[in-house]
């Protein structure tokens, strides 16, 4: 497929309406490895449910005074132009920045290559009784600190590379998100 650099990205919400961020982590796999990964807490800029605090561990006390999205966009549009996104559940991760992307009136491009870690292990890993992450993780041995974004984003970037170093091919499982219209468009290039 032509893929050299895979950007794993997890984000967790604030609150049931899914269109901020209160954490996002990022990890870079490239040459069959993690190479660089980030870890942010986001000021969502809307309130917290207990939900999602008791979920994620993440509190309005500890975003206050973390960068917003668009300060983080500036940071973070480079490394997500630099290869393939995926994320695990990625129909979840690819909506919440699509519309953090349209509230916060950031033009990135219409539409942007995917590829879901879950779809993945679901057709590659059949006989788990479910496919969430720390399944996965337990399955395959993968350390995770579930519902933290930094931990989450390196284990699917880990559970890529196990399917990819067990000669899976990515063509099957490739998607395109349509950032304006934020649902996925087509299957396949």
């Given amino acids: 497929m032509g893929y050299q650099r895979y950007i794993a990205f997890d984000v967790e919400t604030p609150n049931h309406a899914n269109d901020r961020m209160s954490a996002i982590g990022v990890a870079v796999v490239e040459r069959g ?3 660089e990964a980030c870890d942010a807490l986001v000021d969502p800029e809307v309130p917290f449910e207990p939900f999602n605090v008791a979920l994620t561990g993440i509190t309005p006390q500890m975003v206050a005074g ?21 994320a695990h559940n990625a129909q979840f991760d690819m909506s919440v920045l699509a519309k953090c992307l349209r ?6 491009r219409e539409q942007v290559p995917y590829a879901c870690t879950c779809q993945m292990s679901r057709r590659l890993l059949p006989g788990l009784p479910n496919h969430r992450l ?21 284990a699917c970037g880990r559970i890529l590379l196990r399917h990819l170093n067990a000669g ?12 304006t219209a934020i649902r996925t468009v087509k299957a396949g290039r």
């Fill in 66 to 86: 973390q960068p917003t999205f668009p300060a983080l966009w500036e940071e973070l549009r480079p490394l997500f132009e630099s290869g393939l996104l995926v």
């Fill in 33 to 35: 490895m993690v190479v």
């Fill in 103 to 108: 509230d916060y009136g950031i033009f990135w």
């Fill in 168 to 179: 899976a091919d990515l063509a099957p499982f490739l998607r395109t998100y349509d950032l």
């Fill in 134 to 154: 720390n399944t996965l993780c337990d399955s395959l041995g993968i350390e995770l600190d579930h519902h933290r974004a930094g931990s989450d984003s390196a």
